[in-house]
């Protein structure tokens, strides 16, 4: 799958690359929530996934005079890549106080509530049990609604190699989840 074309984007991105610092914030609007939804998924905390986020968009800032624009998707892979490498630190610095800990927006009920953090427990911890590469390719494709191309990009593999990934997790996890 490619990216859907967005010649806006990919015209601020441009901009950006020849030094014109306003086109970042068009840039930064377009893929915030993207990548903030990522964070989130890893860190199981909006305050710390809000950190990293703020962290991450100062990564792509300094990286983005050595970065060489070719398209969308491989822009995309440039900024899972730099997100990725900068939850490596933060899981580096916090191996030992990471908790699961829910998200509570939108709960209505203590109820619904409880219902709702069994069920994404139940997820998390069967995501926690498949191999590395196949809980990275549905955190980038669930949690931040990216391609296989891009996420092939991103985790160096070809884009076949992603949806085999996928096809394999997906699997693995409904294994999992049915022993739960």
Known sequence: MVPEPN????NQI?????????SFRYVFD???????QYTVSRTNNREDALDITQEIF???WKALPKFQYRSLGQFYGFIFL???????KYYRRHK????????QKNMETQTQ???????????VTGIKRLREPYQEVLRLHYWSGLTYEEIGVIIGVRESTVKVWHYRAVQKLKEILGQL
Do not use: M, T
């Open 30 to 36: 377009a893929v915030k929530e993207r990548i903030f």
């Open 82 to 88: 730099i997100s990725r490498r900068r939850l490596i």
């Open 7 to 10: 010649p806006e984007l990919e």
């Open 96 to 103: 030992h106080d990471i908790a699961l800990r829910p998200n």
């Open 113 to 123: 509530y409880q219902s709702n953090f069994n069920q994404y427990h139940d997820v």
């Open 58 to 60: 100062i990564e792509i």
């Open 14 to 22: 441009k901009a950006c690359l020849n030094g014109e610092p306003d």
